[in-house]
């Protein structure tokens, strides 16, 4: 499956896995530099619920707690596996720098 250049962030809204703070910051860092970002509340319920979203977002970069878990999720529901990264145990810059910018990525002003 052809990646998009879409960057769905999961807030994990049912569990406390991801500092929501780091999710919006992500956000608007992405968003600054003109990245197309879409904040999902609860990725696992979406996939629990087998979602009609599911195969567009499996073409998208997908930022989540666990990646692994997101992997069975999504052959769960068959539908192609994204491209996950883990914003549990990856700091900032490795995230930044995942997705393309540079590690020392800065907030826009307007956002701090």
């Given at each position: 499956?052809?990646?998009s250049d879409r960057i769905t962030l999961c807030a994990c809204a049912s569990r406390t896995f991801i500092n929501k703070e780091k999710?919006?910051?992500?956000?608007?860092?992405?968003?600054?530099?003109?990245?197309?970002?879409?904040?999902?509340?609860?990725?696992?319920?979406?996939?629990?619920?087998?979602?009609?979203?599911?195969?567009?977002?499996?073409?998208?970069?997908?930022?989540?707690?666990?990646?692994?878990?997101?992997?069975?999720?999504?052959?769960?529901?068959?539908?192609?596996?994204?491209?996950?990264?883990?914003?549990?145990?990856?700091?900032?810059?490795?995230?930044?720098?995942?997705?393309?910018?540079?590690?020392?990525?800065?907030?826009?002003?307007?956002?701090?």
């Open positions: 499956m052809m990646q999710v919006a910051q992500l956000a608007a860092l992405l968003e600054a530099a003109g990245k197309e970002v879409e904040i999902v509340p609860d990725l696992c319920e979406w996939i629990e619920n087998k979602s009609d979203r599911l195969k567009e977002i499996a073409t998208h970069t997908v930022v989540a707690c666990h990646p692994r878990a997101i992997k069975a999720l999504f052959e769960w529901a068959e539908q192609p596996v994204p491209h996950t990264l883990d914003m549990r145990t990856n700091d900032m810059p490795t995230l930044l720098t995942a997705l393309g910018l540079p590690a020392d990525s800065e907030m826009p002003a307007e956002r701090i």
